[in-house]
């Protein structure tokens, strides 16, 4: 599993593995084009609300991709890749 301290770094990666994704809660399907789009979206309203860095960016062998604080590996699963 790599760490990433930002959502689009960890997105990137995970799309070298695969390019389709679940996204959960909401199960909606989501492509690589689109998914980068969100990540980078997330990643500057983090940055503009002081929350960089507090989230630690989680990409796992197969291309899922989570989030945790603190390095804590209670991960929560925000990309589950499309089988």
């Known amino acids: 599993m790599k760490e990433f301290t930002k959502l689009i770094d960890a997105v990137a990666e995970a799309s070298l593995i695969t390019d389709e ?4 809660p909401d199960k909606d399907h ?22 960089a860095g507090r989230f630690v960016y ?4 197969e291309g899922a991709v989570g989030i945790t ?15």
């Open 30 to 51: 989501i492509g690589k084009k689109d998914a980068l789009e969100r990540a980078l979206e997330i990643d500057k309203g983090n940055e503009e609300e002081g929350m």
């Open 69 to 83: 604080t603190g390095k804590e590996y209670q991960a929560q699963w925000m990309m589950i890749p499309l089988l």
């Open 58 to 61: 989680l990409c796992s062998a």
């Open 21 to 24: 994704w679940v996204i959960l």
